[in-house]
């Protein structure tokens, strides 16, 4: 049975969730239980993506990318795939309407990881981002606002902002993992074998400034989204503090992270905030 197939799908989207990454399952185990599953498939589709530029050392990543791809048109044109990521993908992607220059965005980010390792312009910078975080909130936006396409075009901006935001939280977070291992540098006009603290606090202003713009969208967004959305931002705004305190010397020697205990407490004091109103 084909629903069979699906709830099977599904639950692998679920698991990938988990079991790489417990801040982002966090987040989205406090979304209203009616839109969890279609983040755990999109955030299934985008992790394996990631994985196969990030992690799959030793094979060959273009030919292996290349078949992602083409497994990911037939199942998005024949609404089924035997990848069973894949096929759950399809399923939220098609029910929400999610727009395809979304998706081949998102993959052009990927692709541009195999090759490139020096972000040297602003434009490169953001034609990079926007592919490999902005687009993936908006796929997250469509489907927060069911795929109403008002709602989502009030939102855009911000929820492009948040995506921002994020990934340049991960970028500041992870230099060590991306230059010693994977020899990219992802912030222009930054030395990242002389960070200093001015660099630093140029890149933390601008991601603050993100964040800003950010939140005006997460305030507007509905209840069944608003709570986990809100518990995102919390968790990175931690973590972009954390950042922000920690020499930059010490930023190229070791990956900052938020204990799992800072983070239950980070749940807590998020949830008073959002039963008063306050978010």
Do not use: W
Not at 34 to 50: E, H, L, P, S
Not at 129 to 152: H, T
Request: aromatic share 12%.
């Amino acid at each position: 049975m084909k629903a069979l197939f699906d709830t099977v799908s599904q639950k692998c989207s679920k698991l990938v969730t988990n079991r790489y990454s417990t801040s982002f399952s966090l987040a989205t185990k406090m979304l209203a239980p009616g839109i969890r599953q279609d983040i755990y498939n999109i955030y299934g589709f985008v992790r394996f993506a990631d994985e196969i530029v990030d992690s799959f050392h030793g094979y060959d990543k273009k030919t292996l990318l290349n078949r992602f791809e083409q497994d990911l048109d037939r199942a998005l044109e024949e609404r089924i795939s035997l990848n069973p990521i894949l096929n759950a993908f399809q399923t939220t992607y098609h029910q929400y309407g999610i727009p395809r220059h979304l998706v081949d965005s998102f993959m052009k980010s990927m692709r541009m990881d195999l090759t490139k390792k020096v972000y040297r312009s602003e434009a490169e910078y953001r034609e990079y981002i926007y592919g490999s975080a902005d687009v993936v909130g908006l796929m997250c936006l469509c489907v927060f606002v069911k795929g109403d396409a008002e709602r989502y075009e009030q939102l855009r901006e911000s929820a492009m902002a948040l995506g921002s935001a994020f990934q340049k939280v991960n970028f500041l977070r992870d230099l060590k993992a991306d230059y010693d291992g994977l020899e990219r540098t992802y912030f222009p006009n930054t030395n990242l074998l002389e960070l200093d603290e001015d660099s630093k606090a140029r890149i933390v202003s601008e991601i603050q400034e993100d964040f800003s713009m950010g939140y005006q969208g997460i305030i507007r967004l509905p209840g069944e989204s608003k709570f986990g959305v809100y518990m995102a931002y919390r968790y990175y705004n931690r973590l972009l503090h954390k950042l922000h305190r920690t020499p930059s010397v010490e930023l190229r020697q070791a990956r900052i992270r938020v204990p799992n205990y800072e983070k239950v407490g980070l749940l807590a004091r998020s949830y008073v905030k959002y039963r008063l109103n306050l978010v």
